[in-house]
């Protein structure tokens, strides 16, 4: 007893002298930093909202694991980031495919467009396919903007058709906008398979978190060196007590939009519950004006019980509900550039996510991102 005594005490003042470290937001970014360095800090996590995981957050909804914020899926070709969150739970692997209406056809047809969605919908298909394997050789998709800025009339023509009937209409709905007036970077993310693949992601690792991204999440933060705020605001903490803040909120948010408001295209998702089956796979999108939502959940699809009724959410971008992506035009760009000047005055604020730094992440390259960051606060 008197042992046990004597390591605790020294225990609490290891604790008492170690460095003091401020997480601010407990989504995916924020419980990888507070993971890594709770290794040499006691470290405070606090968020705004009432639960953790930031967008990945989810809970059971009869029966089924549902993403609240909408689908997350794991995918990554890194070895070092399977290798980091299969320390903290059990995967089961998945593969993810998306089916959308093309052109008219009633038939759900894969999306990215590859060589089956072409033949199905392209008058020309045989000779397109053939171009693009001699064009593209070596590669297994290729980018709408690369098509539509092709020099052979086929291809642009072939990107053109691509652009109007699976790109412009799915993107206005999505972003409120002009499809032109987003940033390029946005068009470079549309790919069409030069193969008869019908996944949607290539990585070698692709997976779903057995108990779900919630329970990842927990378990991140599953240390004595962590301490937890939910529901608390960032203005509540004094600074001044920390020795390091990492903050993976908003941008703009941190310094009161006194430089403006950056743009974000908001998400509201509406839920129910309805016989199962409802649709062939888990995501399906809707590329055209009507309807007005983007894409339908069900999640029976990712499922391993067998359950009589499901639940499906269905997308309303627009300006009501949750910040779900940073809206990139050349305007906000140079909004951004703005703040950042600010953040790099900070000595000891250090901006690191999705929000923070305004750019698009998937799941594996914000655990890179906040492993990395983490990690020069260690060296």
Known sequence: MQTTRVITLL?????EDMRTALVIGAG?????????????????????????????????????????????????????????VNWFCGWRK????????????????????????IDAVYT?????????????????????????????????????FVYEHVYAGYSRKQW??????????????????????????DDAYQALPIDGYTHLCDN??????????????????NFNEYDVIYYTGRLDEFFDYSGGRLPYRKLRIETERLPNPQQPCFV??????????TRTSDYACISDKCLPKTVVATEYPGTEGFDAWPLLTDVSKTLVRKYVEKAQKL??????????????????????NALRKAQEALV
């Open 220 to 237: 991140l933060l599953n240390t004595s060196r962590v301490t937890l705020r939910l529901s608390r605001d960032m203005r509540d903490e």
């Open 11 to 15: 225990y609490c003042r290891e604790l």
């Open 284 to 293: 399906q999108n809707y590329t055209y004006a009507q309807p007005e939502y």
């Open 176 to 201: 409120g906008t002009d499809p032109k007036a987003l940033s390029t970077e946005v068009l470079r993310r549309v790919p069409v398979r030069l193969t008869y693949a019908n996944r949607y992601f």
């Open 28 to 84: 995916i970014s924020g419980c990888v930093l507070a993971e890594q360095l709770s290794t040499r800090y006691r470290v405070t996590v606090i968020d705004k909202r009432n639960h953790i995981g930031g967008n990945c957050y989810d809970h059971e909804v009869n029966g089924l694991c549902v993403h609240k914020y909408g689908p997350h899926i794991f995918h990554t070709d890194k070895q070092h980031i399977w290798d980091y």
């Open 94 to 117: 998945y593969q993810h495919r998306v089916l959308a209406e093309v052109a008219g056809h009633l038939i759900p047809l894969p999306l990215p467009l590859n060589f089956t969605g």
């Open 124 to 160: 020309d298909a045989e000779n397109v396919k053939r171009l693009l394997l001699e064009t593209f050789s070596g590669q297994d998709k290729v980018s709408i903007l690369k098509l539509l800025n092709s020099d052979d009339e086929d291809i642009a023509e072939f990107g053109e």
């Open 347 to 368: 000595s000891k604020v250090i901006f690191c996510g999705r929000l923070a730094e305004f750019r698009y992440y998937d799941i594996d390259d914000a655990i890179d």
